[in-house]
């Protein structure tokens, strides 16, 4: 009779972490025309004039707005894109990031 051979089975439990997402910040100031961080917001975020514009309210009064939370890459690049766009105008708007809780 062939000689069978068993082996110990084991299981690997791997674990998936989700990774951590980051908050993208509209930060406040005093110069850019409100009109303008509306336009970064449609433009960058795909809000809507509605959206947009409740946006930048909220930071206009509380000092700094939540846009959207995105992957680390994808919300410093849209940060760092948002930040160039009002340069370009000569703007000091600010788009931060960090890490969601
Ligand atoms: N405070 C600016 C003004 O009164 C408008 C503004 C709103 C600027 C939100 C930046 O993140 C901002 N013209």
């Known amino acids: 009779m062939p000689e069978t051979t068993t082996s110990p089975r084991i299981q690997l439990e791997l ?3 989700r990774p951590r997402l980051h908050k993208v910040m509209l930060v406040n100031d005093d110069f850019t025309p409100r ?3 509306v336009l970064v917001l449609k433009a960058e975020f795909r809000m809507d004039e509605g959206q947009a514009g409740r ?3 909220t ?3 509380r000092g700094v ?3 959207a939370v995105f992957t ?3 919300a410093e690049a849209k940060a760092t894109n ?3 766009l009002a340069r370009k105008k ?3 708007l600010l788009f931060t990031t960090e890490p969601e809780e």
């Open 82 to 84: 948002a930040t160039d």
């Open 15 to 17: 674990k998936v972490e």
């Open 55 to 57: 946006v930048m309210m």
């Open 72 to 74: 680390k890459e994808i």
């Open 59 to 61: 930071a206009h009064q």
């Open 65 to 67: 707005c939540v846009v």
């Open 90 to 92: 000569g703007y000091p």
């Open 35 to 37: 009109e303008f961080v």
